[in-house]
């Protein structure tokens, strides 16, 4: 499914939460571009504070929602994030997402040329990437910034994450927490990072394998015949209240 801010995130949220809750065998692609495009550039849920639009037109006040965190929130399985025009990166995100099974969710941070154009530039441009772009790989430490000298440490008395250097103040690679996607609070701890404090993460937050809607729907219908038996369609059709006309 290839849905937008505006579509998955407003117009549909509402599909969109249950969907996820539920675990429904889907891939979802929501592309981000923060700007209802088609509609010509009004505001959307995702769009920052202060952006001016014909619905907006002296700066939108309400605080943006941030997707990852939205699709953890509602329970989700899958959660993952990556970027348009970075291919390398996005191909091996997609099919992970294709090959779970159950709802999985990628937010994928897209321009828009004509609305919102360079409002991803901080984390594309060469110059600027490195500092605030975080990619996760599995069992990796968190580590980003030119030669991967910075790094994220869990800060165990204010339990947040906090921006280190290696070989600053006696930090060590043993200091930078490592990447466990099985993790669902260092998912909603990664899927808040923005910049320009912090990196941003991208590649995949959560995955955690649990039974899709569908087979448990099915496997429900299995052990209701096996005790009930198969019913007569037309025999349940004419139960109860039903009415022979002559
Ligand atoms: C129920 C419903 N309401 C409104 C619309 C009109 N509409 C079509 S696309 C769109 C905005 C889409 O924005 P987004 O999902 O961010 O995608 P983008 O165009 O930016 O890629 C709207 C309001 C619609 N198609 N369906």
Known sequence: ???GD?????IGGNHMLHVLRRNVDLQILLFNNEI???TKGQYSPTSQVGTRSPSTPDGSVDLPLRPCTFALGAGARFVARTIDTEAKHMTPVLKRAHAHKGASFVEIYQNCPVY???IFDYIKDKKSAE???LVLAHGEPLLFGVDQQKGLRLNTSTLQLEVVTLGEAGVTLDDIMVHDETNL???QMLAALSTPDFPEAVGVLYCKQEVSYENS???QIKTVRAKKGVADFNEV??????WTVS
Do not use: F, I, K, Q
């Open 1 to 3: 499914m290839v849905t």
């Open 6 to 10: 505006g579509d998955g995130l407003s």
């Open 36 to 38: 209802y495009g088609l």
């Open 116 to 118: 919102n154009d360079g």
């Open 131 to 133: 500092d605030s772009r």
């Open 185 to 187: 609070v260092l998912a």
């Open 217 to 219: 729907v099915y496997e």
């Open 237 to 242: 059709l004419r139960r109860g209240h039903t």
